[in-house]
């Protein structure tokens, strides 16, 4: 059983690399013997680590891309892999995330992301009221 | 290892299940071991069972609910658990989510879903353009 301490971790070194716009780091923690895929909000799914490699140069090349701070993360452990849910804070709105992991050479490296809007408040995430439907 | 057509097959009762509003389907194909977490589009994040089924079952009872149909689904096997990710196509509107499902009692169970609004397409999917950013 791995701990979800050593999860949280790696999730924050997924935003903190993000935070200071750092390709390299973000590159070293997507994993490399599976495939892995992303979803930015708004966007397609890019599944490929060349196509995730190259939208993360274009989103640190930005100068108009938002500070983004990571917000009550939750990490849940199945065995060699696991996922996160986490609130993204941004300037001007909240975003919720699912972040997933596996294990590569004793690490916890990322194989998908995907972020979306929410109404949502980190203080809410245990607390939840259900806001009008749809839900579709 | 684990079949990824079992998978798709999992991820089709999900979506089947929605479709004809079957909330005693909907509940036998949540995993009963593990915590379970739902992020429905613009909604904050359900983290209990309880929360997730009575979402359900509003969403059921909604006379407004559109249909939605699951578009070129894609699955990722790591040893108990996989991952799919697939389009939502609703009348309007195109979403984009993510699946992920753990091997409880030899059936694939869903552990999480998330979904979120995309401007992409399914023919998209493997060949993506990237869309203006900003990423985040």
Do not use: K
């Amino acid at each position: 059983m791995f701990s979800r301490d050593a999860v949280l971790f790696a999730n924050e070194a997924f935003y903190q690399a993000f935070a200071v716009a750092d390709l390299v780091a973000m590159d070293a923690l997507w994993a490399r013997e599976m495939p892995v895929t992303c979803i930015h909000p708004g966007w397609h799914a890019l599944n490929s680590r060349e196509q995730i490699m190259a939208a993360w140069r274009e989103v640190f090349t930005n100068d108009n891309q938002a500070p983004l701070i990571c917000r009550a993360p939750e990490a849940f452990v199945v065995g060699e892999v696991a996922f996160v849910i986490c609130f993204e804070q941004l300037p001007d709105a909240m975003l919720i995330a699912t972040n997933i992991f596996r294990r590569e050479d004793r690490q916890w490296r990322m194989v998908h992301h995907q972020s979306g809007p929410t109404p949502g408040h980190p203080s809410q995430l245990r607390d939840a009221q259900t806001p009008p439907l749809r839900a579709h």
